[in-house]
């Protein structure tokens, strides 16, 4: 039986095509990513630049007098009387996001996130392993009064992008204030947040900055901890569009960190018609705080 002449020529061609495809998606890994991370030093470097001093340096629990019970309970429990305001942190996170509108498919992510107190502003920064080789980039910030929500294929492809003032910067101030359970002292009455009575275990938080105002609805445990943060609308994103919806956070798995007591597990979700749909889930691997000074 005769070999085809053209078979060498065919499998030649094969490993040529193989190779120049494996040069293009290494490239364009390494393009991605190199973008990507200029991307993330801007934005870190907005946020440094807005930074502004932390006053008074250190808790002075005199300032608790008059808030509703279950908040004096909450700061008394996470925080010592005298030890220093938390001027910035960063997270390290794993976990799952939740990726479908109507069905569920969650995908593992991992994060990084820098969070500043004063001037309030966040970037996190997140790897979703949306397919094996080709990881969503995220970012979701407030930055110097700038909500930034940017998702883009191996950090290369755009797949989502949103940014500016207005309810963009207000939903991601949202998040900043949600996610005080992990620097409590940026919830204190001296950082701008005013506390208000509603019920035996709960309580509103409203905060300003700048033309922005939100409040929140905090709800404390047994032990005196937040169980849950929520708001009455949030922007959500359905078919391309924003629309205001129902949303709540969960806390729990409370350990010492920095020298206050911090959440290391959550999840958020929204709150539909239909019922709740989480969509995000995540464990903090890792979690340091710098102090004023």
């Given at each position: 039986?005769?070999?085809?002449?053209?078979?060498?020529?065919?499998?030649?061609?094969?490993?040529?095509?193989?190779?120049?495809?494996?040069?293009?998606?290494?490239?364009?890994?390494?393009?991605?990513?190199?973008?990507?991370?200029?991307?993330?030093?801007?934005?870190?470097?907005?946020?440094?630049?807005?930074?502004?001093?932390?006053?008074?340096?250190?808790?002075?629990?005199?300032?608790?007098?008059?808030?509703?019970?279950?908040?004096?309970?909450?700061?008394?429990?996470?925080?010592?009387?005298?030890?220093?305001?938390?001027?910035?942190?960063?997270?390290?996170?794993?976990?799952?996001?939740?990726?479908?509108?109507?069905?569920?498919?969650?995908?593992?992510?991992?994060?990084d996130q820098v969070?500043?107190?004063?001037?309030?502003?966040?970037?996190?920064?997140?790897?979703?392993?949306?397919?094996?080789?080709?990881?969503?980039?995220?970012?979701?910030?407030?930055?110097?009064?700038?909500?930034?929500?940017?998702?883009?294929?191996?950090?290369?492809?755009?797949?989502?992008?949103?940014?500016?003032?207005?309810?963009?910067?207000?939903?991601?101030l949202m998040r900043?204030?949600?996610?005080?359970?992990?620097?409590?002292?940026?919830?204190?009455?001296?950082?701008?947040?005013?506390?208000?009575?509603?019920?035996?275990?709960?309580?509103?938080?409203?905060?300003?900055?700048?033309?922005?105002?939100?409040?929140?609805?905090?709800?404390?445990?047994?032990?005196?901890?937040?169980?849950?943060?929520?708001?009455?609308?949030?922007?959500?994103?359905?078919?391309?569009?924003?629309?205001?919806?129902?949303?709540?956070?969960?806390?729990?798995?409370?350990?010492?960190?920095?020298?206050?007591?911090?959440p290391l597990d959550?999840?958020?979700?929204?709150?539909?018609?239909?019922?709740?749909?989480?969509?995000?889930?995540?464990?903090?691997?890792?979690?340091?705080?710098?102090?004023?000074?």
């Open positions: 039986m005769k070999r085809s002449p053209h078979r060498p020529r065919t499998t030649r061609l094969l490993f040529a095509m193989l190779g120049f495809v494996t040069i293009v998606y290494w490239g364009g890994r390494i393009l991605g990513a190199r973008r990507w991370n200029a991307g993330t030093r801007d934005l870190r470097a907005r946020l440094e630049a807005a930074r502004e001093p932390v006053r008074p340096r250190t808790v002075d629990f005199g300032e608790l007098e008059g808030l509703p019970a279950p908040v004096r309970r909450y700061f008394h429990q996470v925080l010592t009387e005298g030890q220093p305001i938390v001027s910035r942190v960063r997270v390290r996170h794993t976990g799952t996001f939740n990726m479908g509108e109507k069905i569920d498919r969650w995908k593992p992510f991992t994060s969070v500043v107190t004063r001037r309030p502003g966040f970037d996190w920064d997140g790897r979703v392993a949306m397919m094996p080789g080709f990881p969503v980039r995220v970012h979701d910030a407030y930055v110097a009064g700038e909500g930034i929500l940017s998702a883009s294929v191996i950090g290369l492809f755009s797949v989502a992008g949103m940014r500016g003032p207005g309810e963009v910067a207000a939903d991601e900043f204030f949600a996610e005080a359970a992990w620097y409590p002292t940026a919830m204190l009455p001296s950082q701008g947040v005013r506390w208000e009575a509603a019920g035996d275990d709960s309580a509103r938080a409203r905060l300003t900055e700048g033309d922005i105002e939100i409040t929140l609805f905090f709800v404390f445990d047994e032990q005196g901890l937040i169980d849950t943060v929520s708001v009455e609308a949030r922007g959500r994103t359905v078919g391309g569009e924003v629309v205001p919806t129902p949303w709540r956070g969960r806390f729990w798995n409370y350990g010492e960190r920095g020298g206050m007591l911090v959550g999840e958020v979700a929204w709150l539909l018609s239909e019922g709740e749909k989480p969509y995000w889930r995540g464990h903090i691997t890792e979690i340091s705080h710098e102090v004023a000074r």
